[in-house]
């Protein structure tokens, strides 16, 4: 088991970089094996999750050329083969394939791993969409079996607003016969990402980061060259540890309207930051902090995934803080290792309450899922003495280099394997 220390306490300055976005690029790899011909991606982060979607290539048979933060996914020669249970439930963005093959083959057999530890997360969305495209699902256990004679457009509304669903009908329509419209779709900008991709190959998408997507189906797929944006997620929990220990500690690589709502709402706590065209600067304004009330939302809300790194920002401020996750219904588990650091953090329904400021003590805390796992770094930057973080592979399937880009700008942080 891969275990982070961290000696808390430390002031960080200085820039980090941020890397490409980890949810689209789980998107974008399977979605490359839609062409006939060679996609090449660039700016992919080097984390265990792209690895992960890179032994599937391998179990389809599919060439893949990778230099550093770059693929070159070449589908000529690929099987349509069932992909192997420890390949596929590795990682919940395994799913994709399941659009992608059905709409290059108009068949795809795999199998698919239940919730994970924040939630249920059921694919029903993604179901009805294949369904209403012309594909009959069967399920054996956790082995899916989708196929239809011919794949055609359909209208498709999505009864819950869901990025991975949206996603995935998109995949398996963009060579379907015929028009599709996605109503109620995902406004995330991991689908402009992937639509500007499929089109960069010849799709017909319109209307990516509304609610209302078309898809023209084509016939062929033909090469094209993509560079995944930066990860909005990573950059937001960087510039939130940066108000938690930075000074003036700069992020680079950002896409600043990606992350609008984080950043109002550390402008409501007192945090202040320059925000340049593609970098978010923390200003050390030693300005007394306040609470705040957060609720999850879907795009261009604040993203669920920042509602845990930003609660330990809100341990730290004056005074009481709610945060409301409406997305999934078991995103609460760094709360009992937060408290274990000295917080004071009660959870009632869907609400935690925050009261703060309490100091943080080190101990051994566990990442019992990716951005918990990031609640437990920032929370252990600014720990007094040892913070001991296990399972900490969590932390390396969405973070690239996170050891290496916190000890450039000052931080006492190593991984050990126990
Ligand atoms: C994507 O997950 C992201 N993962 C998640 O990031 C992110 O938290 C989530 O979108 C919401 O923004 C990737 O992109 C790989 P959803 P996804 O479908 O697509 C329910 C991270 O930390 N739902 O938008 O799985 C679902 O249960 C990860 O990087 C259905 O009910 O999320 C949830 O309550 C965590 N039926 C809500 O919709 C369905 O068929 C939103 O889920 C699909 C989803």
Request: hydrophobic residues 40%; proline residues 3%; charged residues 20%.
């Amino acid at each position: 088991m891969k275990v982070i220390e961290i000696e808390g306490g430390r002031k960080l300055s200085g820039s980090i970089r941020v890397s490409g976005s980890k949810n689209a690029t789980l998107a974008l790899i399977p979605a490359a094996i839609l062409t006939d011909e060679e996609a090449t991606i660039c700016n992919i982060p080097e984390i265990t999750d792209t690895d992960a979607l890179c032994d599937i290539l391998a179990d389809l048979n599919v060439k893949v050329n990778r230099s550093t933060e770059s693929m070159v996914i070449n589908p000529k020669d690929m099987k349509n083969v069932v992909i192997a249970e420890e390949h596929s439930n590795k990682l919940r963005a395994s799913y994709y394939f399941m659009g992608a093959l059905l709409g290059r083959y108009n068949k795809a057999e795999m199998y698919f791993p239940g919730g994970c530890s924040i939630g249920a997360r059921p694919i029903d969305q993604h179901l009805k969409g294949f369904e209403a495209l012309g594909a009959k699902i069967t399920n054996e256990g956790n082995k899916y079996i989708l196929e239809a004679k011919e794949l055609k457009g359909a209208n498709i509304y999505l009864d819950v607003v869901s990025v991975g669903a949206t996603i995935n009908i998109i995949l398996a329509a963009v060579r379907a016969k015929g028009i599709t419209t996605i109503e109620n779709a995902a406004k995330e900008p991991e689908i402009v990402c992937v639509s500007t991709f499929l089109n960069n190959m010849g799709a017909k998408i319109t209307g990516a980061g509304t609610s209302t997507i078309k898809i023209e189906g084509v016939d062929h797929l033909h090469k094209c060259f993509y560079e995944v944006v930066p990860d909005r997620i990573e950059a937001a929990t960087y510039i939130v540890i940066g108000a938690l220990c930075g000074d003036n500690l700069k992020v680079d690589n950002v896409i600043p309207e990606h992350i609008d709502a984080m950043l109002s709402k550390l402008e409501e706590v007192g945090v202040e930051t320059e925000v340049g065209v593609d970098y978010v600067t923390v200003l050390n304004t030693n300005k007394e902090l306040k609470g705040t009330k957060i609720k999850t939302a879907v795009y261009p809300g604040f993203v669920t995934d920042m509602q845990q790194p930003f609660t330990v920002l809100l341990t730290q401020v004056n005074g009481k803080s709610t945060v409301t996750e409406t997305i999934f219904e078991n995103r609460f588990k760094h709360v009992q290792y937060l408290n274990a650091l000295g917080a004071n953090i009660t959870v009632e329904n869907q609400t935690a309450t925050i009261i703060g400021p309490t100091k943080l003590k080190g101990t051994e805390v566990a990442a019992t899922d990716l951005r918990a796992g990031a609640a437990m770094v920032a929370a252990g930057l600014i720990a007094e003495g040892k913070t001991t973080i296990t399972n900490a592979e969590h932390i390396l399937r969405g973070y690239e280099q996170i050891v290496e880009k916190l000890t450039s700008v000052g931080a006492k942080i190593k991984i050990l394997e126990v």
